[in-house]
């Protein structure tokens, strides 16, 4: 009989050191993507929600997989997919081999010389030429300027392609085609955008008004369903470009002009940039900011990109510098980019992404190979005065910029970058176009915002030094490392607990088991606890000490007796997702879990059945629970961003949720006299709150650079421990919210979780590198 083949996504990773020939990227990606059907084909928004964790647009950069994507994404997305701990060290296996086999790099292509060096000059304009756009088809382009006109042009032989397009009562500061080519938008300093048919130069409807000064950027989704305007009023607004209606309130955030806006290739993600020097990225369905802006520009940002791939984002600026960041993490990618000499003022993707263009006031347009942040080829130079605004072709053969010369100029690309006629069809370049006001306006805002923001910084080290000096007093590094780290998992591990005497330590792992210590000599006791099927997120002891509970990536919770290491009945199930938490009452009685598929169950410790109907009131999966000392209280944490309190005797829940966080809470904790509550972030702070009146204690606690996954307080509440996505354990006094000591080091991966002794003297770190860690107290 012949054996069928298994199913797709669970045969065994190919042995790629046997075959010289294999991309084991390529491999890698093949097997997700067959893993991503057979899975149904879930959307990335779907995915993103099942982890709770990352962005719909970083979901779909890692099904992709055109780039090896950060481990701790991919595993995420394998989890989500239904992969268990056998499959996650199966796509482990394959991340490793494609990390150490990097693809070789691509030599971008560069301007060539076929033409005079000067370009193609397309003249017309009586002024300044702000903005710039190739139609999607590539026949057309779109020139937009201080005459108060935008101009067609036909790419191929730089003449103009009817009449010019007026109606504007004021300079155009950008233009933009939808992605069906049928419309084309402009923004003016008259506080309007304007809809045109670019086959008519005809006006579309009225035109369209809300903002309260001038619109100085414009930009359509992918989808070409909405039309997103960003103003000198401060606000970005969404409308409908068939009605030419808001949609949504207007988005705020930003405290000047809002200079730039552009969407992500997929549309999940809406980026503004502004005078106030920051980036945001927004969540064009909800109007909602995502995570902290993007700092970093010391001056004014005026320009912004997306990379057609959306692995990346460009932004540029007044200080002359260009930035990359990722989209998914708010993170910089590489130092910035510097070449330039004054204020720059717009970026572009090449189609495939292998090069970056940026115009300057200094005259120049200037190419980047993205990868490396270092330049190709000499600066472009046939300008006479500031360039404003730069666009690909949607083939990539041909480079357009404007100026304050009154001049489109045309460069032509190398063959390298050039598509056949049906890769240009299927293809669709997205021109995000900066514009400010003339040059000499623009240097007088450059120099005043650099006065204030040279004022500001004065005010900030002043600042900064009286309160060094006001907190001058011991702040001892009180923890020190082992001996000894716990090793014996064999994939991440996610949980960890003391037991109440303090003399068994049980470790929750990716690896599908609960392994027991002794915190004392740091030896594992027994065998590995095996029964569930998943990875293994949380570990609790009951306060007797005579029961573990252990929540399972199978979406059941386990009991054990942690003397014998034997399963206590039959697993409780009810949970439809992965069970991400539990937690007992002070008196034993009682147990929670929480779960992905956002409820609370509560179980009866002494039956194992459910205890009554299900806490329900998040909109996400649920990461972190916990009981109050005194049992009346029950708190849990969101992927929804938000704490919520519940009555455990009745299930209902107590007050308004507590919301403060910008992102995911991964954890939630009380201090031993039940006063205050920790939250973990995935803003990267830690938050303290009054569980008696649901408001927040002081400032959020920061220092962490990436997401806190974990939180505890020491036995005597006098500390606060933090784990987070830095590799870092910090420590904390939760009576003042300052630091105590230096971040403690050694975990080589994110750290996941954080558990004191019932004695204070020993605390346990458990991480991503596979091992737990034990530090003592003094």
């Known amino acids: 009989m012949t054996t069928p083949p298994p199913p797709p996504g669970t045969r065994p990773a190919p042995d790629l050191a046997s075959d010289p020939r294999a991309d084991p990227l390529a491999v890698l990606r093949a ?28 979901a779909h950069a890692v099904i992709k997989c055109e780039k090896l994507p950060r481990w701790g994404n991919l595993e995420l997305i394998v989890e989500a997919l239904g992969g268990d701990a056998e499959r996650v060290e199966e796509f482990r296996t394959l991340w490793l081999a494609a990390d150490a086999h990097p693809p070789a790099p691509v030599t971008p292509s560069v301007i060539t010389e076929a033409i005079p060096p000067d370009g193609l000059t397309l003249t017309g304009h009586t002024g300044v030429v702000y903005g710039v756009a190739f139609s999607p088809g590539g026949h057309l382009l779109a020139s937009a300027g201080d005459d108060g006109t935008v101009r067609l042009w036909g790419p191929g032989t730089g003449q103009p392609v009817g009449d010019p397009i007026t109606g504007h009562t004021g300079p155009v500061w950008a233009v933009a085609f939808s992605p069906d080519g049928h419309l084309l938008a402009t923004a003016g300093d008259d506080g309007t955008v304007r809809l045109w048919g670019p086959g008519t130069g005809q006006p579309v409807g009225e035109p369209i008004t809300g903002h309260t000064n001038a619109v100085s950027a414009v930009a359509f989704s992918p989808d070409g369903h909405l039309l997103a305007t960003a103003g000198d009023d401060g606000t970005v607004r969404l409308w409908g470009p068939g009605t030419g209606q808001p949609v949504g309130e207007p988005i705020t955030g930003h405290n000047d002009i809002v200079s730039a806006v552009a969407f992500s290739p997929d549309g999940h993600l809406l980026v503004t ?11 064009p369905a909800t109007g909602q900011q995502i995570g902290d802006p993007l ?30 960041w990722d989209p998914g993490t708010g993170q910089p990618v590489g130092e910035p980019i510097t070449g330039h000499t004054s204020t720059l003022s717009a970026v572009a993707f090449s189609p495939d992404g292998h090069l970056l263009a940026t115009t300057g006031s200094d005259g120049t347009v200037r190419l980047w190979d993205p990868g490396t942040g270092q330049p190709v080829g000499e600066p472009i130079t046939g300008h006479t005065g500031p360039v404003w605004a730069v666009a690909f072709s949607l083939g990539g053969h041909l480079l357009a910029t ?8 045309l460069w032509p690309c190398g063959e390298e970058l050039q598509e056949s006629p049906s890769d240009r069809a299927d293809r669709l370049l997205r021109v995000v176009v900066e514009l400010r006001r003339d040059h000499h306006q623009l240097r007088e805002e450059r120099d005043a915002l650099a006065k204030d923001f040279q004022a500001l910084r004065q005010e900030r080290d002043e600042l900064a030094a009286r309160l060094a000096t006001a907190v001058q007093q011991p702040n001892p590094q009180r923890i020190k490392p082992k001996r000894t780290k716990l090793t014996g998992h064999t994939s991440p591990v996610r949980g960890v607990a003391f037991s109440p005497g303090g003399h068994l330590l049980a470790t929750a792992g990716g690896d599908r088991t609960v392994r027991l210590w002794d915190p004392g000599t740091g030896q594992q006791i027994g065998d590995p606890l095996t029964g569930h099927t998943g990875t293994v997120r949380g570990v609790a002891f009951s306060p007797d000490g005579d029961l573990l509970a252990t929540a399972g990536g199978d979406r059941t919770v386990r009991l054990w007796n942690p003397g014998t290491g034997q399963q206590i009945g039959d697993p409780l199930t009810g949970h439809t997702s992965p069970v991400r938490g539990v937690a007992f009452s002070p008196g034993g009685d009682l147990l929670a879990s929480a779960g992905g598929d956002e409820t609370v169950r509560l179980w009866n410790r002494g039956t194992g059945r459910p205890k009554r109907t299900n806490l329900t009131g998040h909109d996400g999966p649920i990461w972190g629970v916990a009981f109050s000392p005194d049992g009346h209280l029950l708190a849990t944490a969101g992927g929804d961003k938000t704490v919520r309190l519940w009555d455990p005797g009745t299930g209902q829940q107590i007050g308004d949720p507590l919301t403060g966080h910008d992102g995911p809470i991964w954890g ?6 039940g006063d205050l509550l920790a939250t973990a972030g995935g803003d990267k702070t830690v938050r303290l709150w009054d569980p008696g009146t649901g408001q927040q204690i002081g400032d959020p606690l920061t220092g962490h650079t990436s997401p806190v996954r974990g939180v505890a307080f020491s036995s005597g509440g006098d500390l606060l421990a933090t784990a987070g996505g830095d590799k870092t354990v910090r420590l904390w006094d939760p009576g003042t919210g300052q630091p105590i000591g230096d971040p403690l080091t050694g975990h080589t991966d994110i750290v996941w ?11 346990a770190t458990a991480g991503d590198d596979k091992t737990v860690r034990l530090w003592i107290v003094d």
Do not use: N
Not at 310 to 316: E, I, N
Not at 402 to 409: H, L, M, P, Q, Y
């Open 31 to 58: 097997r997700l993507q067959e893993l991503h059907r057979f899975r149904g084909k879930p959307s990335f928004r779907t995915l993103a929600t099942k982890t709770g964790v990352i962005s719909q647009t970083t």
């Open 273 to 283: 940039a502004g005078a106030d020097g920051t980036v945001r990225l927004w969540d």
């Open 295 to 324: 700092t970093g520009h010391t001056d004014p940002v005026w320009a912004v990109a997306f990379s057609p791939d959306g692995h990346l984002l460009a932004t540029t600026g007044a200080d002359g510098t260009v930035r990359l």
């Open 402 to 409: 404007t100026g304050s010369d009154g001049t489109v100029r």
């Open 668 to 673: 939630v904790a009380f201090s031993p006299d």
């Open 753 to 763: 979780a954080v558990a004191f002794s019932s004695g204070g003297d020993l605390l």
